[in-house]
Each structure stands twice: as structure tokens, then as C-alpha cells.
């Protein structure tokens, strides 16, 4: 089987200009629909959807790779797409993607159809392959580029004759065993497993360093190391997404990231491997069963940060929609007929609020239930649920709750680390009866006669705090809170503020998320109006992707600016921070509130004082355009294309 067998004419879209990621996907969808693919695109574009949720396919260099295993496929198949003017795709480095392919495997994909997928990923980290491609006129001349790649009869442009005699020479490895192994693995184990193996056996080739890959796929382990391998190398890289087997690389070196960063930094990599730059992994008793490597070399800043986004993450559905809906439930109510009942006077009103409350109930215990998760796997779930649920009803909160996911998961891996002195006749039963059991009865006790107490009063002095707070000093609130959204755009910064802001919100208070939500829409907004004012700070690409920033700027999605933000740093974050600050002092000092998480212009109604926060989110957007402006510099000719 080649790949041209599961890359169709039909399924080949050139020159394209979709407006934005969503519609690219989507694009590519259509077009793995129109080669018969698909059973169930919805189904499949859902799981795409999901698989992107969870990082993006975004690899940098003008590569994106959407794909999933989903049981919407009916056959293996291709698309691809050319976009030579580029298309923001929250790409790694934040530069546009010009080449997609998107992927479809069933969930039954047979190792044949795996196989090609696999290779045609680490095909395309071949630059000069990838930009003949962008370059190709025709779907045949398409085509005829792979057919050639895969027979081995591609020819690159010939380079520059110094180029040609130095740094890309080939040389042999200078020791007599592998200097660097390493472990590549991605959730799906189609595309990204196989990039990242590849770019690093490019570039340590490269530099005359000898080195083995092992890449876990969807197929299983392949090109595994061996415990000689391990015990001579010089260095170990972990480049992993999901669970790999670590307990072998006990009391060695191993450089521990993202398998991102084996497509995107492998040099680094190489080098942190070499020189020791890496803490030595101690295994644990459960590192015998694939354990989380990125548990295990991480730091505990990062350890954190990663339970709390994922209990935020699987959160935010209920907050968002539950939000929106009661929202709605006081727009459509009369205050006149009760005001202790505003809210539920109407039916109308009472419909929305009975189901965004039933939705919103829900914050608390799926946060807590999924950090625990999060922390001790499957187990914690439930006893991480029933905390997150005493929070609620003991008045603690959302800082109960937050609480009682990260001791719901402790006290699993506890109660997993006592039992191993149990029978093994009873290992059948420790996930079903004695972690639940003793898990919730545990937490049980801690909530109600350890943290609700201090965490109730903390909370409701908090709350009584903010709604008393002097004028001044809840404007100064609204400058830190809508200044943090622009500093990391999505970030542990940005998502602390939103985090306060929603935590807030299901307590009662209302302004502070007004605040982060104007923050969170002035960046792109700010950069919009910049490329637009401005024009000869920013190049063609740049302007084109700067009208997007309309959108999403209005729809308070902050990440429309990360592209802008990361390609030039010094400039663009302290104008939008400035900005996001103004509107944040502004939303405090007109008074405004909001009691919808997310939507952005779409719940103005719902926003108390719509007129001025309005205002204030122009103003900030007007300032950060302006700001940004007086620090970038015009383009000098030539360099806007």
C-alpha cells in the first residue's frame, strides 16, 4: 500500500484561504468526505475537535497535521490542503501554517493503513519537500511530488556550495555505543510520535551523534530500547504525551518535555541529553505499569498546574453553558413582581434558571473530581466528586473544592500505597470497594470538620470583601485581575485570573469576572485595530491574520493575539497589558457586572451597565493599538511580504 492509495484527487484542495482554524478543519472534513471516508463527519470532526482541545496540530514550520481515530471513519484516509499565503493555526512557534494534512483512521485501523499514515508524517519534516508541495499548481503535480518521495527519487533544490560543505555534511558518530536514546508518544500515536522521532534522528545525524528512537504508535512499542542501551547511553529524552514505560531509566538522566519539543527543539533536547542537564528519575512502585512520565521530572509548579487545568478544563462546559443560561434567566425576568425571586418569576425566567442551575451545580464537584483524577488516575475520580459536592453544600466553595481535588488525589495514591500489603486475591477489588470506600469516608471527615470550617469563613469574608471593597481599591482589583488575561494570553497567568473570576461568580460576586472578560478581549482586539491603523508596522501576513483578531477579540478568545505576542514579545505583551489594565480599572469604576463566564459581545445583554463596559473594552483596545504602535518601528522595505 502507498500513500497515493489513501490520498485521493478529489480529497485535494490547493491555493486555498479558509478564514480561520475552525473553518480549515472543517474544510479538510469536507474534503475526507468527498473520497468516501467518512460514515459520520460530525462524528469525526468531533473527535478532531477533541484531539485539537487537548493541544494543537499546529507543528510550526507551516505544518498542521489535524487528525483522530474515531468511529465516524469508515476507511483510512488523506486530505490535504496548500495555503501559501499561511493561515493563523495556534501553531507551536506561532508562525502560519501553509501545508495540512488531516488524518482519519477508524478505531479499527489495520497496521497497513497505520503504517502510511506514519510515514507520510515524517516525510513532510523534509523542508524541501514540504515547500514543493505548498508550491505544487496541480493536484497531479501534487501527487507525483509524494509518489517520488515515497520511491526515494525526490531531488531537493541543489544547495548553495557552501551550505553543501559544512555544517550539513554527514559525519560518522564518534563513539562506539548510542550517545542519546530516546522515547517518543503522542495520545493518537499517528503523526506526532513519528515527527518527533524523526526530526530528532535528523538532527543528531546531523551532528555525527548516534542515536535510537523508540516510538510508541498506535500499533504499540517499536524500535525498543534495550537495558544494555540504557545503562551505556549518555543521555535519555522522554518526549511523551501520554503514559510510556519509565521504571527502566531508574537513577539515570533523562530530559523529560512534551512531544512537541522533539519536533520543534530537538537540538536542545540533544544537548540538555549530553550534557546532564536533567534530573535523575527515581521510579516509584507504580512506575512497573507505564506510568506518567511527566509526572515523575516535572516540578512541582508544573505538577500543579497541570491537575488544576485539567479539573478547570472539564469544568468550564458546565460553568460556561449553566453560566450563559442563568444569565438569560435574569434578562428574561421582571425585578417588579419579586425581587428576593429575581431570577425565577417569569416561566420563561424560571426555565432558563432551573436549567443553568442544574448545569452550574455541577462546577464544583466535576473541578475537584477531575484534579483528583487528574492525580491518582480513575480511582480519585469519585472520591475527588463527593469533596468538590461537600464543598458546595458546606459553604467552602470554590476554594473547598479546589482543595479537595488535590486531597482527593493523595489520599487514592495513599490509600494505593497501603494496600499493596493486601492479598493479591484482592487486587480485583481495590478500585471497586477499598479506594471508593475508604477514599470517600476519608474525605468525607476532612471536609466536613477540617476545611469547611476556616474555608467557609475565608470564603465568605472573601465574597463580603469585594462587594464592600472602597471604590479605589476595587479599581485597582480590576487593573490586576484584567492585566493578568494579557500576560500569557491562555496561560497559568491568564487562567488564575479567569479561575478568580468564575470562582467569584459561582459566590455571588459578579464584577470581577466583568473585569477579566473585558481583559481578556482587549489583546486581540488592541492587535486588530493596530494592523489596521497601523499598517506599516506589520507585514502582508501579518495584516491579513490581524483582521481575525476582530473576532476573536469580540468572542473573548485572547489566543488570536498569542501569534503576534510570541513573534515579537517586548512589544506586543506590555501594550496589551497596559490596555487590558485600562478597560480591567474602567469595568470596576462604571460599576459593571457579568454573570455569564464567556461570550464576549454575544451576553452584552446580560452585563450590568452595557453602554460603559462597551466603552471601557474600546478604550483599552484603542490604548494598547496605540502603545503598540509607538514601540514597533515601520517595516523597512522589502521586509513586509
Given amino acids: 500500500m502507498r500513500i497515493t492509495d489513501l490520498l485521493k ?26 473520497s468516501g471516508n467518512l460514515s459520520d463527519k460530525e462524528q469525526y470532526l468531533k473527535d478532531v475537535f477533541a484531539r485539537e482541545a487537548s493541544g494543537t496540530t499546529g507543528l510550526g514550520d507551516g505544518i498542521a497535521t489535524p487528525h483522530a481515530k474515531s468511529t465516524g471513519v469508515k476507511e483510512a484516509g488523506l486530505a490535504a490542503m496548500t495555503v501559501p499565503e499561511g493561515m493563523d493555526f495556534e501553531s507551536m512557534d506561532g508562525n502560519p501554517a501553509r501545508l495540512f494534512f488531516m488524518i482519519a483512521a477508524p478505531d479499527s485501523a489495520n497496521d497497513a493503513h497505520i503504517q502510511i499514515l506514519q510515514q507520510l508524517a515524517m516525510m513532510i519534516m523534509d523542508p524541501d519537500f514540504k515547500e514543493a508541495l505548498i508550491a505544487a499548481k496541480t493536484k497531479e503535480e501534487f501527487l507525483h511530488l509524494i509518489d517520488l518521495k515515497e520511491d526515494g527519487k525526490f531531488e531537493a533544490p541543489k544547495a548553495e556550495a557552501a551550505e553543501g560543505d559544512g555544517a550539513a555534511a554527514e559525519e560518522k558518530p564518534a563513539s562506539d555505543h548510542i550517545q542519546v536514546l530516546a522515547v517518543t ?169 432551573d436549567i443553568g442551575g442544574a448545569s452550574f451545580g455541577f462546577m464544583l464537584p466535576v473541578l475537584a473530581g477531575f484534579i483528583s483524577m487528574s492525580i491518582a488516575d480513575r480511582p480519585g475520580l469519585a472520591v475527588g466528586f463527593v469533596g468538590g459536592a461537600l464543598a458546595g453544600t458546606t459553604g467552602s466553595g470554590f476554594l473547598g473544592a479546589l482543595i479537595a481535588g488535590f486531597l482527593g488525589g493523595y489520599i487514592v495514591n495513599f490509600l494505593k500505597k497501603a494496600s499493596k500489603c493486601l492479598p493479591d486475591s484482592l487486587e480485583g477489588i481495590k478500585p471497586m470497594l477499598i479506594y471508593p470506600f475508604f477514599g470517600i469516608l476519608i474525605m468525607g471527615f476532612i471536609s466536613l470538620f477540617i476545611i469547611a470550617p476556616p474555608v467557609s469563613a475565608i470564603n465568605g469574608w472573601m465574597v463580603d470583601t469585594l462587594k464592600n471593597m472602597d471604590p479605589s481599591a476595587r479599581i485597582f482589583m480590576g487593573m490586576i485581575v484584567a492585566g493578568m488575561t494579557a500576560v500569557d494570553m491562555g496561560g497559568p497567568i491568564n487562567k488564575a485570573a479567569y479561575v478568580t473570576g468564575t470562582g467569584l461568580l459561582a ?125 514597533k518601528k515601520p517595516l523597512k522595505d522589502g521586509e513586509d511580504k
Avoid: W
Avoid at 482554524?21 to 472543517?26: G, L, V, Y
Fill in 507 to 631: 459566590s455571588g460576586e459578579f464584577h470581577v469576572m466583568a473585569a477579566v472578560m473585558a481583559g481578556g478581549m482587549v489583546p486581540p482586539l488592541a492587535i486588530a485595530l493596530c494592523t489596521t491603523f497601523f499598517k506599516n508596522r506589520f507585514t502582508e501576513s501579518e495584516r491579513k491574520a490581524g483582521v481575525t483578531n476582530y473576532v476573536m477579540g469580540l468572542s473573548f478568545i485572547t489566543e488570536g493575539a498569542i501569534p503576534f505576542a510570541a513573534a515579537d514579545p517586548l512589544r506586543v505583551i506590555p501594550a496589551c497589558v497596559v490596555g487590558s489594565a485600562v478597560t480591567g480599572a474602567l469595568t470596576m469604576a462604571f460599576d459593571c457586572t457579568l454573570r455569564a463566564p464567556h461570550g464576549g459581545i454575544f451576553v452584552v445583554p446580560t452585563i450590568g451597565n452595557p453602554l460603559m463596559y462597551l466603552v471601557s473594552i474600546l478604550v483599552g483596545a484603542i490604548i494598547g493599538c496605540l502603545i503598540l504602535s509607538i514601540l
Fill in 185 to 353: 508518544a503522542c495520545p493518537t500515536g499517528i503523526a506526532h510520535t513519528f515527527m518527533a522521532a524523526e526530526s530528532l534522528e535528523q538532527h543528531a545525524k546531523k551532528r555525527g551523534i548516534s542515536i535510537k528512537v523508540e516510538t510508541n504508535g498506535s500499533g504499540g512499542a517499536k524500535n525498543i530500547l534495550t537495558d544494555e542501551e540504557i545503562a551505556a547511553a549518555d543521555g535519555i529524552i522522554v518526549a511523551a504525551d501520554k503514559n510510556v514505560a519509565m521504571a527502566r531509566f531508574n537513577g539515570k538522566k533523562v530530559v523529560i518535555t512534551k512531544v512537541a519539543d522533539g519536533i520543534n527543539k530537538a537540538d536542545e533536547l540533544i544537548d540538555r541529553a549530553l550534557k546532564g542537564d536533567a534530573p535523575v528519575y527515581h521510579a516509584s512502585g507504580s512506575d512497573t505499569e507505564e506510568s506518567a512520565a511527566d509526572v515523575q521530572g516535572e516540578s512541582l509548579g508544573r505538577q500543579i498546574y497541570k491537575h488544576l487545568m485539567n479539573g478547570v478544563s472539564h469544568m468550564l462546559p458546565f460553568v460556561v453553558g449553566g453560566g450563559i443560561l442563568i444569565a438569560l434567566a435574569f434578562l428574561f425576568d421582571d425585578y417588579s413582581i419579586d425581587p428576593k425571586n429575581f431570577g425565577s418569576n417569569t416561566p420563561l425566567a424560571k426555565f432558563f434558571k
Fill in 9 to 34: 484527487s478529489e480529497s485535494i484542495a490547493l491555493g486555498q484561504k479558509p478564514a480561520d482554524k475552525t473553518s480549515a478543519i472543517r474544510q479538510l472534513a469536507d474534503l475526507m468526505a468527498a
